[in-house]
Each structure stands twice: as structure tokens, then as C-alpha cells.
């Protein structure tokens, strides 16, 4: 199957400070991705869908302006966490894939914010 | 919305077992239906994905079927081993958006 990366694979940031997410499609061009979030014993949520050149669609309850999704080109998106607090401690998820077709989920990134 | 339930949301099955996992959806106008497997702290490695033309799929000791009109899907694992101790977890996807998670089943196989 398709291979997406993420990076890095587990962040500790202080509260207030910004952290960024790279979600790469290693080995096919993603049109669309989708940033999931999963706190503990609890399935992953959709956060926010983000289609290349355009912007990112957001779910309710999601705070744009927090959560910043640049997918520039069809190889990668990134999810920017703004003036990170606990409660955004969470596994930050991406998946990848092409159209209707089966995604494609990278490894997670597991946030710490003290 | 799409909604995901899973039945049971833990199982614990000795070695050799076979075992059935459920999924059950709201919305059956659904694309296709995943099935993944996550182990704790990581991420999900996709086992099998039937498509909404599809009824059951295979690999393995795994295989998945799909029921439209009824809104379910199960995972059948066959004798169990202990590696396979894992959450399970269903989505269902609509045509061209995301994933709809269930919670997910963890399976403790012991030996």
C-alpha cells in the first residue's frame, strides 16, 4: 500500500508556544488530506479536511485560527497547533489518498503540551 | 452524520479462538468501509477495505463482510494468536469524505 510519514513522531512544547506537523504522501500524489485528533481511549475525531491549493475545511468545534492546515502541495500538509495548551494534548493522526479511494494513515504524532 | 458503533468494545479470547468483531453504521449510503488495526501508541495499519459494491473481503486470517441494508459489518479473525492482541477499529467512509470512526474493540488474546 501507499506509504504517508509524518514528522515528528512525538512533541513536548511548553503552553503558548506553537507546533508544527508535517504529513508527507511518500510514494503518490494525495489530492486530499484529513487531520485526525485522538485523545486517550477515545477514537480518532476529524479535525479538519484540506484539499491541495485551496483551503482547509474545518469540523465543528474546530478553531481554525488554532489549528493551521497548509497543504501546498500534493505531497504534503502540515497542521500548525497555535499557542499550544494541555487540553491540545492529544495523537495528532494524517491519512492521505486520491479522490474516493482507500486512505492511506500515517504513524501519528504524539503532542505533550506541559 | 455517518455514526460508528462497536460491539463489544473489549473481548478477551484464548489462543486458537475464532472470533467475530461488530461494526454497525447509521447511514447506509456509504463508498466503502475500512477496517484497521492500532496498537497502543501507534498508529493504524489498514487490514481491509470493502468497497459499497463489495460484500466481504479477505486476507488471511481475516475477513471482512458488509451489509448495507442492515448497517453492519463484521470482522472475523481466525484462530486467534496472541499477536494479534490489538484495538480494532471500523470507518466508514461517504463519497468523497472522510473517515467515520468507531471507538473501537480491544482483543487481548491470551495464550
Given amino acids: 500500500g501507499a506509504v504517508v510519514s509524518q514528522h515528528p513522531s512525538w512533541v513536548i512544547c511548553k503552553s503558548g508556544t506553537s507546533v508544527k506537523i508535517e504529513c508527507r504522501s511518500l510514494d503518490f500524489q494525495a489530492t486530499t488530506m484529513f487531520w485526525y485528533r485522538q485523545f486517550p481511549k477515545q477514537s480518532l475525531m476529524l479535525m479538519a479536511t484540506s484539499n491541495e491549493g485551496s483551503k482547509a475545511t474545518y469540523e465543528q468545534g474546530v478553531e481554525k485560527d488554532k489549528f493551521l492546515i497548509n497543504h501546498a502541495s500534493l505531497t504534503l500538509s502540515t497542521l500548525t497547533v497555535t499557542s499550544a495548551h494541555p487540553e491540545d494534548s492529544s495523537f495528532y493522526i494524517c491519512s492521505g489518498g486520491q479522490g474516493d479511494n482507500e486512505q492511506f494513515f500515517g504513524p501519528g504524532t504524539r503532542l505533550t503540551v506541559l | 452524520k455517518q455514526e460508528v458503533t462497536q460491539i463489544p468494545a473489549a473481548l478477551s479470547v484464548p489462543e486458537g479462538e475464532n472470533l467475530v468483531l461488530n461494526c454497525s453504521f447509521t447511514d447506509s449510503a456509504i463508498y466503502n468501509l475500512q ?27 481475516l475477513n471482512a463482510s458488509l451489509d ?9 479473525i481466525a484462530a486467534s494468536q496472541p499477536g494479534d492482541s490489538a484495538t480494532y ?9 472522510a473517515l467515520n470512526f468507531g471507538k473501537g474493540t480491544s482483543l487481548l488474546v491470551t495464550p
Avoid: V
Fill in chain 2, 35 to 61: 477496517w484497521f488495526r492500532q496498537d497502543p501508541g501507534k498508529g493504524l495499519t489498514s487490514l481491509l477495505l470493502i468497497q459499497s459494491s463489495q460484500r466481504e473481503q479477505t486476507s488471511g486470517r
Fill in chain 2, 68 to 76: 448495507k441494508s442492515s448497517g453492519r459489518s463484521t470482522l472475523y
Fill in chain 2, 89 to 97: 477499529l471500523c470507518a466508514a467512509s461517504n463519497s468523497g469524505y
